[in-house]
Nanobody, 124 residues
Framework: QVQLVESGGGLVQAGGSLRLSCAAS????????MGWFRQRPGNEREFVAA????????YYAKSMKGRLAISRDDAENTVYLQMNSLKLEDTAVYCC?????????????????WGQGTQVTVSS
């Protein structure tokens, strides 16, 4: 079992930045692909970013590409999501997830473990 706990969310003005963290416990995540998803009010969960188990491959949602950077520190068993130039429509609960796959899934159904999420609220 892998337990995931997100942190770093909060209230930020439009145009600002946040760095989300996802701390894992229970197992090391060095063999897991890791992803970030978000759920905006009234919407379904959507893919945001993912990183391969090796860290050599990163993938981003087209709508947010250029404003995101996902990274991992396996020594710390933690994954990060840097978000820049935040917009009002980025307001959502952001969750991290782990997938025991050698490839990088972008669909939520493929992920095995999930965190509870952290709220990001962007204000004008």
């Amino acid at each position: 079992q892998v337990q995931l706990v997100e942190s770093g969310g909060g209230l930020v003005q439009a145009g600002g930045s946040l760095r989300l963290s996802c701390a894992a416990s229970g197992r090391t995540i060095n063999s897991y692909a890791m992803g970030w998803f978000r759920q905006r009010p009234g919407n379904e969960r959507e893919f945001v970013a993912a990183i391969s188990w090796s860290g050599g491959g990163t993938y981003y949602a087209k709508s947010m590409k250029g404003r995101l950077a996902i990274s991992r520190d396996d020594a710390e068993n933690t994954v990060y999501l840097q978000m820049n130039s935040l917009k009002l429509e980025d307001t959502a609960v952001y969750c991290c997830a782990a997938a025991g796959r050698r490839w990088v899934p972008t669909d939520s159904q493929t992920y095995d473990y999930w965190g509870q999420g952290t709220q990001v609220t962007v204000s004008s």
